[in-house]
């Protein structure tokens, strides 16, 4: 699945390139996009009860993205587990097509009634 | 009201300057410490059934602040209104004195329940 | 001209809704192609020595975006001065047509070299 | 070296929390703090031709930073190589001592005029 941004203005710093917590808020858009594409948008999954919230992140920058560039994220589901996930992904130039960065996010499946950790649930499984 | 702020590199942007919408939050900052010392704290305001979302903001930017300036951000609460209120502010670089921006925020009182407007209760208007 | 984003989980705060703040910079990403629609890319234009920070804002709130809606904004140059320009925008949910925000911005046009203020150069003003 | 931040309104997501990828913004602030304590501002190193851009990031996050919470984070500089160095942080609820996050940076040493990796200067190597 891959997803495309443009970058904002307001996601450059002085250095003249996108700000690196961005990298961050785009995986978190190409997330989004790779749920909705298995048939189970997030936003729903939050109104069913349960929540994916982050709980490890890594990062490797490899080169900057600019303002006004059209950046794709590549990810990818890399693993399922009992109470949880990992998704991984390969951030590109898209005119180059140059790799920018890579990096992954795991997500503990959480019911937001109970709020504690909880087993993915069957609906979402099958989904991804 | 005086407040503090230093100018993150993440707020600057490849201007080499703090990033205009960046203004608005040092803003409710400033406004969050305003309630604060009148013995109110916003978060205890939501946790009583009452929030204040900003209906109206304006701002007019006379000089930039830059990575790193102590910034500081007067407020003084302009108008207590039956269902709202208004702020007004004004920014300046701490080393200098010079006006960066002079701004407002207006912000209608809405009952969290309900989800809608009310009128400000007894315990705000008279610590505001 | 219409441009449409799509609210990021980032841009949502614990109302439940998105920010106030990024509103502008919804509006800055409307006005990037609004320029770009005319011909002249901001990019090119900072490319040439000329920058349009923004010199004043005013923001309207009537409804709020949600995390995941699609928001479409509305863009539409209101004045070209002799050194500067006013853009005026509507930002609506684009499911249902409601307004959510109306708001302007001005801009000075200043000489990234000089770093002043000065004249709209000939290419921009036909563009626009 | 502690450095405390308050958890802003912006920062929070529609979760309730503090949204993951501002543990980035505020491991940048510590890592400026800690460098201003050493002797050498980070604003003077870019100002003498240097940058320290991030070249590799990784977070594991324990508990949920809250709106209004100060927030301490403590940096160490773990290592200092060649062309680059690496800083840990730890990030704790102030009230509590509970661990919220644990984190690193790798940071390349970018000549900014050649715009490539160049030895840490000896200033800053002294510094630190």
Redesign the interface.
């Known amino acids: 699945m891959i997803t495309t941004v443009?970058v904002?203005?307001?996601e450059?710093?002085?250095?003249?390139?996108a700000?690196?917590?961005?990298y961050?808020?785009w995986m978190?858009?190409a997330r989004?996009e790779l749920l909705r594409s298995s048939g189970l948008?997030?936003?729903e999954m939050e109104a069913r009860g349960f929540?994916l919230?982050?709980?490890?992140?890594?990062?490797?920058?490899r080169s900057?993205a600019r303002?006004?560039d059209e950046v794709e994220i590549e990810s990818n589901c890399a693993k399922v587990m009992v109470a949880g996930l990992r998704i991984e992904y390969l951030v590109r130039r898209r005119e180059t097509g140059e790799l920018l960065a890579e990096g992954f996010t795991e997500h503990a499946c959480v019911d937001s009634k109970a709020m504690r950790v909880t087993r993915l649930p069957d609906f979402a499984r099958e989904a991804i």
């Not at 450059?12 to 390139?17: A, F, K």
């Not at 700000?19 to 961005?22: F, I, L, M, S």
């Open positions: 443009r904002r203005y307001a450059t710093d002085q250095m003249g390139v700000y690196h917590a961005n961050l808020v978190e858009i989004t948008s997030y936003k929540m919230p982050v709980s490890k992140v890594g990062v490797s920058y900057s303002y006004d």
